[in-house]
Every structure is written in structure tokens, then in C-alpha cells.
């Protein structure tokens, strides 16, 4: 790889450490320590969409610590990061996945009340907090119902 298509950074000991324990876990050898830092990215990317503040907040926490293990103190960035912000990331991530069931939840009670247009809407304002496989499943039922809706119609004007 050319040098304008690369960086090269600096990580701890620890850091570096967890990098490789994580290419183990994968039980890949074909797993980069590029390919690991791009998973904790894209994490990094969906929290800072969703919490900003708390990614600034370990991001300002790592820097402290980094500069407390530079005067000597021994520290372990990452063991000291997920002690101190495990609680907030996971209240956070199950928060977001109640609003995920609840949202599902609201979205097929209103399918099963007749109101499609307002399950859709449901459906497409929250499109990011539901899995493609649901979001599949809950546009099925939608069209589905619009069938049947349509084909009530019908028989009500027949007659």
C-alpha cells in the first residue's frame, strides 16, 4: 500500500494487547489490526450520531488518562475507559432497542386498527432503528393490508 493510501499510528501497549486478544477472538488470522480499528469505528460513527456528547466525553477521558500514564501513574486506558462508560454505552444501546420494540410494537397495533398510513409513516420515521429483516417483514404486512383493505372496498361497493 502506497504511503499517500496509509497512516501510521501510535497505540499503547495495552491498546495493542486488546487488538490482538480481539484478532484471536475472531479466530481469523486473516483479520487485520486495520480491519478491528474500522469495527470500533463504525461504533464510534452510530454513538456519536446518537450521543455526542458521551463520545466526546471518552474521548476527553482517554486523553486524560493518556497523559496521566505519560507522567508515569500506571494505568490501563481501556480496562479504566469500559469501567467508567460501560453503564452509559449500554443504557444506551438498550434504549435505543426499547424504542426499537416499542416502535414495532405501536406500528403493528396500528396495521391491526386499520391505520396504514400512519404505520407507514411510523415505519419510515424510525427506518434507522430497525433491522432490515424486520423492516421487510413489517412492509409485507403493510402491503398486505392494503390488499386486504382494497379488496374490502370493493366487496362494500359491489354490493
Given at each position: 500500500?502506497?504511503?499517500?493510501?496509509?497512516?501510521?499510528?501510535?497505540?499503547?501497549?495495552?491498546?495493542?494487547?486488546?487488538?490482538?486478544?480481539?484478532?484471536?477472538?475472531?479466530?481469523?488470522?486473516?483479520?487485520?489490526?486495520?480491519?478491528?480499528?474500522?469495527?470500533?469505528?463504525?461504533?464510534?460513527?452510530?454513538?456519536?450520531?446518537?450521543?455526542?456528547?458521551?463520545?466526546?466525553?471518552?474521548?476527553?477521558?482517554?486523553?486524560?488518562?493518556?497523559?496521566?500514564?505519560?507522567?508515569?501513574?500506571?494505568?490501563?486506558?481501556?480496562?479504566?475507559?469500559?469501567?467508567?462508560?460501560?453503564?452509559?454505552i449500554l443504557r444506551k444501546s438498550s434504549k435505543d432497542e426499547n424504542v426499537r420494540k416499542v416502535v414495532i410494537d405501536v406500528i403493528e397495533i396500528l396495521l391491526d386498527d386499520g391505520h396504514i398510513e400512519a404505520a407507514t409513516d411510523l415505519l419510515?420515521?424510525?427506518?434507522?432503528?430497525?433491522?432490515?429483516?424486520?423492516?421487510?417483514?413489517?412492509?409485507?404486512?403493510?402491503?398486505?393490508?392494503?390488499?386486504?383493505?382494497?379488496?374490502?372496498?370493493?366487496?362494500?361497493?359491489?354490493?
Amino acid at each position: 500500500m502506497g504511503e499517500e493510501k496509509s497512516k501510521i499510528i501510535r497505540v499503547n501497549i495495552d491498546e495493542y494487547n486488546y487488538l490482538d486478544n480481539l484478532k484471536k477472538i475472531f479466530g481469523n488470522d486473516k483479520v487485520t489490526y486495520a480491519d478491528l480499528i474500522a469495527v470500533g469505528m463504525v461504533f464510534t460513527k452510530v454513538f456519536l450520531e446518537q450521543d455526542p456528547i458521551l463520545v466526546r466525553n471518552i474521548g476527553n477521558a482517554a486523553k486524560m488518562l493518556r497523559l496521566k500514564r505519560k507522567r508515569g501513574e500506571p494505568v490501563n486506558i481501556l480496562d479504566s475507559l469500559v469501567e467508567e462508560y460501560r453503564e452509559q454505552i449500554l443504557r444506551k444501546s438498550s434504549k435505543d432497542e426499547n424504542v426499537r420494540k416499542v416502535v414495532i410494537d405501536v406500528i403493528e397495533i396500528l396495521l391491526d386498527d386499520g391505520h396504514i398510513e400512519a404505520a407507514t409513516d411510523l415505519l419510515f420515521a424510525y427506518r434507522s432503528l430497525i433491522d432490515e429483516a424486520q423492516f421487510k417483514d413489517l412492509s409485507t404486512k403493510i402491503l398486505e393490508r392494503q390488499v386486504q383493505l382494497k379488496h374490502e372496498l370493493m366487496k362494500t361497493e359491489k354490493t
